[in-house]
Protein backbone atom coordinates (compact mmCIF):
# COMPACT_ATOMS: atom_id res chain seq x y z
CA UNK A 1 0.00 0.00 0.00
CA UNK A 2 1.72 3.38 -0.48
CA UNK A 3 -0.45 7.02 0.22
CA UNK A 4 0.32 9.96 -1.90
CA UNK A 5 -0.76 13.92 -0.89
CA UNK A 6 -0.67 16.73 -3.23
CA UNK A 7 0.30 20.52 -1.73
CA UNK A 8 0.67 23.23 -3.43
CA UNK A 9 1.80 26.88 -3.57
CA UNK A 10 0.93 30.41 -5.69
CA UNK A 11 2.88 32.29 -3.07
CA UNK A 12 6.55 30.80 -3.38
CA UNK A 13 9.15 29.57 -6.12
CA UNK A 14 10.47 26.01 -6.12
CA UNK A 15 13.51 27.56 -4.52
CA UNK A 16 11.36 29.23 -1.42
CA UNK A 17 9.87 26.01 -1.06
CA UNK A 18 12.32 23.70 -0.68
CA UNK A 19 14.04 25.60 1.97
CA UNK A 20 10.54 25.84 3.98
CA UNK A 21 10.32 22.87 3.76
CA UNK A 22 13.71 21.50 4.50
CA UNK A 23 13.54 23.35 7.65
CA UNK A 24 10.17 22.06 8.46
CA UNK A 25 10.70 18.38 8.13
CA UNK A 26 14.86 18.15 8.77
CA UNK A 27 15.26 16.59 5.64
CA UNK A 28 17.71 17.40 2.64
CA UNK A 29 16.82 17.60 -0.75
CA UNK A 30 18.53 16.61 -3.93
CA UNK A 31 18.20 18.51 -7.68
CA UNK A 32 17.11 16.60 -10.41
CA UNK A 33 16.32 17.45 -13.83
CA UNK A 34 14.38 15.33 -16.46
CA UNK A 35 13.03 16.28 -19.69
CA UNK A 36 9.15 15.32 -18.44
CA UNK A 37 9.38 17.30 -15.23
CA UNK A 38 11.95 19.73 -15.75
CA UNK A 39 14.04 21.00 -12.45
CA UNK A 40 12.50 19.42 -8.95
CA UNK A 41 14.32 18.60 -5.61
CA UNK A 42 13.90 15.40 -4.29
CA UNK A 43 14.41 13.80 -0.20
CA UNK A 44 14.05 10.46 0.73
CA UNK A 45 13.46 9.86 5.14
CA UNK A 46 12.85 6.53 6.43
CA UNK A 47 10.35 5.49 3.23
CA UNK A 48 8.87 8.91 3.13
CA UNK A 49 9.75 10.87 -0.51
CA UNK A 50 9.18 14.01 -0.56
CA UNK A 51 9.38 16.34 -3.83
CA UNK A 52 8.82 19.75 -4.78
CA UNK A 53 8.38 20.48 -8.67
CA UNK A 54 6.83 23.36 -11.04
CA UNK A 55 3.45 22.58 -11.77
CA UNK A 56 3.99 23.62 -15.17
CA UNK A 57 5.26 20.68 -17.76
CA UNK A 58 7.92 21.27 -20.19
CA UNK A 59 6.48 20.88 -23.25
CA UNK A 60 7.03 20.35 -26.95
CA UNK A 61 5.06 23.29 -27.76
CA UNK A 62 3.59 24.96 -24.31
CA UNK A 63 4.09 24.37 -20.92
CA UNK A 64 0.64 22.01 -19.28
CA UNK A 65 -0.18 21.98 -15.71
CA UNK A 66 1.01 18.60 -14.08
CA UNK A 67 -2.20 18.93 -11.78
CA UNK A 68 -4.53 20.46 -14.31
CA UNK A 69 -6.91 21.02 -11.46
CA UNK A 70 -5.36 23.46 -9.20
CA UNK A 71 -3.47 25.52 -11.97
CA UNK A 72 -2.69 28.72 -9.79
CA UNK A 73 -0.15 26.46 -7.88
CA UNK A 74 2.66 27.48 -9.51
CA UNK A 75 4.91 24.94 -7.43
CA UNK A 76 4.14 21.29 -6.41
CA UNK A 77 5.27 19.03 -2.75
CA UNK A 78 4.18 15.63 -3.63
CA UNK A 79 5.03 13.27 -0.47
CA UNK A 80 4.15 9.44 -0.76
CA UNK A 81 4.21 7.46 2.21
CA UNK A 82 3.71 3.55 2.80
CA UNK A 83 0.83 4.48 5.26
CA UNK A 84 -0.45 7.63 6.35
CA UNK A 85 1.00 9.87 8.06
CA UNK A 86 -1.07 12.86 9.95
CA UNK A 87 2.23 13.75 11.32
CA UNK A 88 3.76 14.92 8.36
CA UNK A 89 0.55 16.29 6.91
CA UNK A 90 -0.07 18.75 10.02
CA UNK A 91 3.86 19.96 9.98
CA UNK A 92 3.25 20.45 5.62
CA UNK A 93 0.14 22.33 6.07
CA UNK A 94 1.76 24.64 8.79
CA UNK A 95 4.14 25.72 6.02
CA UNK A 96 2.54 29.15 5.13
CA UNK A 97 0.96 29.42 1.35
CA UNK A 98 1.19 26.03 1.37
CA UNK A 99 -2.46 23.79 0.71
CA UNK A 100 -3.27 20.41 0.62
CA UNK A 101 -4.69 19.88 -2.80
CA UNK A 102 -5.48 16.05 -2.63
CA UNK A 103 -4.82 12.72 -1.15
CA UNK A 104 -4.62 8.96 -2.66
CA UNK A 105 -4.47 5.50 -0.99
CA UNK A 106 -3.69 2.55 -3.47
Known amino acids: MADFDRYGTCTHTAEDLVRLVSACLGVAFTERESDYRGVYHVADLDGVRVEVQPNEIPGDDEDEPCNAANPEC ?12 PTLRTRLESVEGLVHLGHESV
Open 74 to 85: HVLVLTTTPLPD
